[in-house]
């Protein structure tokens, strides 16, 4: 499916929306296993995610995505694969975008800090009912190769609605 064909099946509030914030999100798998944080500040602290966090000024994505995984857990993430666009919009008004990245590589030994405490799980054994409750709806698809993208609104912590899409890699545009 399009992105116009996409756009044409969401209900007109995402259509012109804007976030306030753009962010990444890198998981990194190796073994049918993938590297998860327990994370202990800002927006999610006390869930379970994979590193990532904001995009700074005059930062790609990618670049991102490489130095808040380092910044978390100390590790770098090699041969990343952009697989996913996640746009949130919370009653309060805050509106989120994130891009989500896959890593088959890394270098480096995962280490607990100050932002997060990571911890490897098999991929059929995530915990989602520690997670964020839209990360059930698209990360099984994501960690089988699939390109995901979803639109949720949140109150607080609890997903009000959700429209996920789902193609293969080679589909995306």
Not at 1 to 29: K, N, Y
Not at 45 to 64: D, F, T, V
Not at 136 to 161: A, N, S
Request: hydrophobic share 40%; with cysteine.
């Amino acid at each position: 499916m399009s992105s116009l064909q996409e756009q044409a099946h969401l209900p007109g509030e995402w259509i012109d929306w804007q976030p306030q914030q753009r962010a990444v999100l890198c998981f990194i798998t190796a073994a049918g296993r993938v590297l998860l944080i327990h994370k202990k500040r800002g927006l999610g602290a006390g869930k379970i995610n994979a590193p990532g966090g904001k995009i700074e000024p005059g930062e790609s994505p990618l670049a991102a995505a490489v130095r808040e995984t380092e910044e978390e857990i100390g590790v770098t993430p090699f041969d990343l694969q952009e697989r996913g666009h996640l746009h949130f919009q919370f009653t309060d008004g805050f509106a989120l975008h994130c891009t989500v990245f896959v890593a088959p590589r890394f270098e480096g030994e995962p280490i607990e800090t100050d932002e997060a405490t990571p911890f490897w799980r098999a991929v059929d054994d995530i915990p989602y009912t520690e997670m964020w409750a839209d990360d059930r709806h698209w990360l099984p698809q994501l960690l089988q190769g699939e390109f995901i993208t979803g639109y949720f609104k949140f109150d607080d912590e609890v997903m009000l609605t959700k429209h996920v899409h789902f193609r293969a890699p080679a589909q995306q545009e």
